[in-house]
């Protein structure tokens, strides 16, 4: 039987999670939806033959995704459009329950793991991604739960995470553990070249435009100046600076986070689940930094990340500051607050980074000579 402790908060946070969206609370009547139509839009151009990229939104919005996320948004024209989204949205809390579960479990129990998974489902990256029918749930869990596993059925999520919005690719990072290379980074980066593939094949036109010149336009998502804007860029725009200045900024200090990185991939103990999440979450949270423009749903893992912190045990008063702007609707207080956000993911991101790595928390790592040939398992 099911440990109530785990699904009662995690129920009740769903159905507040379903009451905060049906009462409209932080939301404008446009953006019920609106994602999701761009989605089946661009399913029916995939199907039409017409480039992916040429249609424009009534509030002037493109499809941004590669070739292969349009193939994946097919089915979606099976069902009737006045049921779209409430499907989608049902996807979207089953999911990411499940990946709570996942995730919260192999650092907590018992209640914590419950509630734990009540906080994201009710913060704001879930509530927007639910009221617009977002994908970003999807990739995020699918590149964390991915690291989690930590082997080749892991893979195939983080793969796949990569293959339909482009920044979580990063993780192929991990390339640079040694134990981590042949069963996790290596089929990482033959999954997301496959599925891009499959994109490629599909639409070939489109595939040329996307990745000859598309996919390093950010004009065609934002100016980084937008509120609700996350980014580094986003962060110096707010403070006042143009355009151009603060794109530049962000790209010279994305260069510091990816080297870090870096650092954590190499000095993880692969063996380690908790090792394994904490890379994870870290790539998904860089990515929201270094990324032109990165919307409060592709930021879920913040929430995430912030309630494995506090299982961890990690400056928990710190923990706490940095998680409250995501349950609260800050970008709708003003640019100013909107910064607390940026400012939360450097916070977490430094925690993350500092955290101990496996064989600190007092297993000794194996020797070289004596270390697994087979993939970790995944946690239970």
């Given at each position: 039987?099911?440990?109530?402790?785990?699904?009662?908060?995690?129920?009740?946070?769903?159905?507040?999670?379903?009451?905060?969206?049906?009462?409209?609370?932080?939301?404008?009547?446009?953006?019920?939806?609106?994602?999701?139509?761009?989605?089946?839009?661009?399913?029916?151009?995939?199907?039409?033959?017409?480039?992916?990229?040429?249609?424009?939104?009534?509030?002037?919005?493109?499809?941004?995704?590669?070739?292969?996320?349009?193939?994946?948004?097919?089915?979606?024209?099976?069902?009737?459009?006045?049921?779209?989204?409430?499907?989608?949205?049902?996807?979207?809390?089953?999911?990411?329950?499940?990946?709570?579960?996942?995730?919260?479990?192999?650092?907590?129990?018992?209640?914590?793991?419950?509630?734990?998974?009540?906080?994201?489902?009710?913060?704001?990256?879930?509530?927007?991604?639910?009221?617009?029918?977002?994908?970003?749930?999807?990739?995020?869990?699918?590149?964390?739960?991915?690291?989690?596993?930590?082997?080749?059925?892991?893979?195939?999520?983080?793969?796949?995470?990569?293959?339909?919005?482009?920044?979580?690719?990063?993780?192929?990072?991990?390339?640079?553990?040694?134990?981590?290379?042949?069963?996790?980074?290596?089929?990482?980066?033959?999954?997301?070249?496959?599925?891009?593939?499959?994109?490629?094949?599909?639409?070939?036109?489109?595939?040329?435009?996307?990745?000859?010149?598309?996919?390093?336009?950010?004009?065609?998502?934002?100016?980084?100046?937008?509120?609700?804007?996350?980014?580094?860029?986003?962060?110096?725009?707010?403070?006042?600076?143009?355009?151009?200045?603060?794109?530049?900024?962000?790209?010279?200090?994305?260069?510091?986070?990816?080297?870090?990185?870096?650092?954590?991939?190499?000095?993880?103990?692969?063996?380690?689940?908790?090792?394994?999440?904490?890379?994870?979450?870290?790539?998904?949270?860089?990515?929201?930094?270094v990324s032109p423009v990165t919307w409060s749903h592709h930021a879920l893992a913040?929430?995430?990340?912030?309630?494995?912190?506090?299982?961890?045990?990690?400056?928990?008063?710190?923990?706490?500051?940095?998680?409250?702007?995501?349950?609260?609707?800050?970008?709708?207080?003003?640019?100013?607050?909107?910064?607390?956000?940026?400012?939360?993911?450097?916070?977490?991101?430094?925690?993350?980074?500092?955290?101990?790595?496996?064989?600190?928390?007092?297993?000794?790592?194996?020797?070289?000579?004596?270390?697994?040939?087979?993939?970790?398992?995944?946690?239970?």
């Amino acid at each position: 039987m099911p440990d109530r402790r785990t699904w009662l908060p995690a129920a009740a946070g769903a159905a507040l999670a379903v009451v905060l969206v049906l009462s409209g609370l932080g939301q404008e009547a446009w953006q019920r939806g609106y994602d999701l139509a761009v989605y089946r839009d661009g399913a029916r151009d995939l199907l039409a033959g017409r480039d992916l990229y040429l249609r424009e939104t009534y509030r002037g919005h493109w499809f941004v995704y590669p070739p292969f996320a349009a193939v994946l948004f097919l089915p979606l024209l099976l069902l009737p459009p006045a049921a779209d989204l409430l499907v989608w949205d049902a996807v979207l809390l089953a999911v990411t329950a499940w990946a709570c579960r996942k995730v919260f479990g192999s650092v907590a129990a018992g209640w914590f793991v419950g509630l734990g998974t009540a906080v994201v489902l009710v913060s704001d990256p879930f509530r927007e991604a639910l009221v617009l029918g977002q994908v970003s749930p999807l990739v995020v869990v699918g590149l964390v739960v991915g690291c989690l596993y930590g082997g080749r059925g892991g893979a195939v999520l983080a793969g796949l995470s990569g293959a339909v919005k482009v920044t979580p690719a990063l993780v192929v990072v991990a390339f640079v553990n040694r134990r981590a290379r042949w069963w996790f980074a290596s089929a990482v980066a033959v999954v997301g070249l496959a599925a891009t593939g499959v994109g490629v094949l599909v639409a070939p036109g489109s595939a040329v435009s996307y990745f000859g010149s598309l996919v390093w336009d950010s004009a065609r998502v934002a100016a980084p100046g937008t509120t609700t804007n996350n980014s580094l860029a986003g962060a110096f725009a707010h403070a006042g600076l143009s355009s151009a200045v603060s794109s530049a900024l962000g790209l010279v200090l994305a260069v510091p986070l990816l080297v870090l990185v870096v650092v954590v991939a190499l000095r993880a103990d692969w063996l380690e689940r908790s090792d394994r999440l904490r890379f994870g979450l870290l790539v998904s949270l860089v990515t929201c930094l270094v990324s032109p423009v990165t919307w409060s749903h592709h930021a879920l893992a913040a929430p995430i990340a912030a309630v494995a912190l506090l299982a961890w045990g990690r400056v928990r008063w710190l923990v706490v500051l940095a998680g409250v702007p995501w349950l609260l609707p800050v970008l709708h207080w003003g640019a100013l607050a909107a910064q607390t956000r940026p400012v939360s993911l450097l916070v977490l991101v430094a925690l993350l980074a500092l955290t101990p790595g496996g064989p600190a928390r007092g297993r000794p790592a194996p020797p070289a000579a004596t270390a697994p040939a087979a993939a970790p398992p995944a946690p239970s």
